[in-house]
């Protein structure tokens, strides 16, 4: 094999590993980054709820380490209110929408890390 | 050390190299904190934000206006009442309430009136974000305050994460009181549609928004007096 024909099958090669990369499950210390940066703010770095936005804010959100309350929620609820809002679901406008922050494979391990959080898996 | 060895060799080079009237770049001493090209900030934004010691700068030209500049590069006061990354400063109470511990937030470094005109210069100059995304004439002028404020404090949430007055409103997005002086109007219409493009995993989320709530929201932005009392 030629340079040339070297370097393509290595451009080969790394394209078709970041196509299945991209589609690999994401992990969930990967999971976890997420939730500090994107839902701590108002759930708390301890996932109870009283993050640093919560003083004053009208409807307070939901606590995740609340084991009984967090399995009353169907898997199918929390991907939508996670993807599309409070208002969804019928709750508070307060609670965003996530769907064009995160990909749909970042929504699915959201899902698996808050029944991590709340010891409740089903 | 490796980042001493080139801030030493941009200091050479700009002494021996440059023609007598050439001036030194005014934003060299900025690049120890902010990124000031597209390319210098990685590929996992996640990281970068949660790593980065200050705002990126690279389009600063079309986010602030150049006369707040030249004043707050004098005497910069605080616009992020959490930080850079909230995340860095958070302390959480006995009660399990998270505060931020504002004794751990930075100083700004101040420059003579001098300094500010020339650095407020070079940073107008900066627009490397896509043309597109920031268009002359997002803001139309003529949004409705009184229903951008309801949809501030109650229909949209933003008062969730931004302050409208200080000491009201969530800590973890800039304060939005000064917006009026700090930012192009264009620019506050372009982020409020479109934040997840202008700040790439932001953890201002992207909300569904119509054009005529993001008039109303930045005409009432724009009224905001933060020498007046709300």
Redesign the interface.
């Given at each position: 094999m030629n340079c040339t024909g070297l370097f393509a099958a290595t451009l080969l090669i790394g394209l078709g590993y970041s196509a299945v990369a991209m589609a690999e499950p994401v992990s969930m210390d990967r999971a976890e980054?997420?939730y500090?940066?994107?839902c701590?703010?108002?759930h708390?770095?301890?996932r109870?709820g009283?993050?640093?936005?919560?003083?004053?804010?009208s409807v307070q959100p939901r606590d995740h380490t609340d084991t009984k309350a967090m399995s009353d929620l169907p898997d199918d609820q929390i991907r939508l209110v996670i993807e599309e809002?409070g208002l969804a679901v019928n709750k508070?406008?307060?609670m965003?929408?996530?769907?064009?922050?995160m990909s749909a494979e970042e929504i699915t391990a959201m899902v698996s890390y808050l029944r991590k959080v709340c010891k409740c898996g089903n | 050390m490796r980042k001493f060895s080139i801030s030493l060799c941009v200091l050479l080079g700009s002494t021996i190299f440059l023609p007598a009237d050439a001036q030194p770049d005014p934003l060299a001493s900025c690049a120890q904190c902010h990124a000031l090209t597209l390319n210098e900030i990685p590929e996992d934004k996640i990281t970068h934000r949660m790593e980065r010691k200050a705002p990126d700068l690279h389009y600063a030209g079309r986010k602030f206006n150049q006369d707040w500049l030249v004043h707050w590069l004098q005497e910069p006061v605080r616009i992020r009442p959490g930080g850079v990354f909230f995340g860095r400063h958070v302390e959480t109470g006995t009660d399990g309430q998270d505060v931020i511990a504002s004794d751990s937030l930075l100083e700004h470094p101040s420059f003579n009136e001098k300094e500010a005109r020339d650095i407020a210069a070079a940073l107008m100059s900066k627009s490397e974000v896509d043309a597109g995304l920031v268009p002359e004439g997002a803001y139309a002028g003529k949004g409705n305050v009184r229903f951008g404020k309801m949809a501030f404090v109650k229909l949209r949430g933003c008062i969730a994460c931004h302050e409208n007055e200080p000491g009201k409103g969530g800590v973890s997005g800039p304060e939005l009181y000064t917006s009026s002086q700090r930012l192009r109007p264009d620019f506050i219409a372009a982020m409020i549609a479109r934040p997840q493009e202008i700040e790439p995993r932001s953890w201002m989320p992207h909300l569904e928004m119509s054009d005529r709530d993001v008039q109303n929201l930045t005409s009432y932005l724009m009224s905001l007096d933060p020498g007046e009392e709300q």
């Open positions: 980054k997420l500090d940066t994107y701590a703010q108002c708390g770095m301890s109870n009283k993050g640093i936005n919560t003083v004053g804010l809002g508070s406008i307060l965003p929408a996530w769907g064009e922050a | -």
